[in-house]
Nanobody, 120 residues
Framework: QVQLQESGPGLVKPSQTLSLTCTVS??????????WSWIRQPPGKGLEWMGA???????YYSPSLKSRTSISRDTSKNQFTLQLSSVTPEDTAVYYC????????????WGQGTQVTVSS
């Protein structure tokens, strides 16, 4: 059974960098052909795909967030990390990590989600 768990600060100040880690258990993040994704949901809005890191280490980003987003991984810890720079209150959301088998943005496992609030 694959499990994903997000971790990171729940409060970030405007202009700072948001950093979240997803720890994966029950499966390796290097296994073909899985993509490990970050998705967020602002209050009252739908889900927004932010980006993903593939089993190969290749990264993919939403065009609207690409300039501010970086996704990396630590294979020794079976973790992948999201960094979102220059945050504003509009980045307040529940952030999820999820597994995408095949890169079609269809997810079979999700983390529980973590609330991140951007406020001074």
């Amino acid at each position: 059974q694959v499990q994903l768990q997000e971790s990171g600060p729940g409060l970030v100040k405007p202009s700072q960098t948001l950093s979240l880690t997803c720890t994966v258990s029950g499966g390796s993040i290097t296994t073909n052909y899985y993509y490990w994704s970050w998705i967020r949901q602002p209050p009252g809005k739908g889900l927004e795909w932010m980006g993903a890191i593939a089993y190969s280490g290749s990264t993919y980003y939403s065009p609207s967030l690409k300039s501010r987003t970086s996704i990396s991984r630590d294979t020794s810890k079976n973790q992948f990390t999201l960094q979102l720079s220059s945050v504003t209150p509009e980045d307040t959301a529940v952030y999820y990590c999820a597994r995408d088998p095949g890169g079609r943005r269809e997810y079979d496992y999700w983390g529980q989600g973590t609330q991140v609030t951007v406020s001074s």
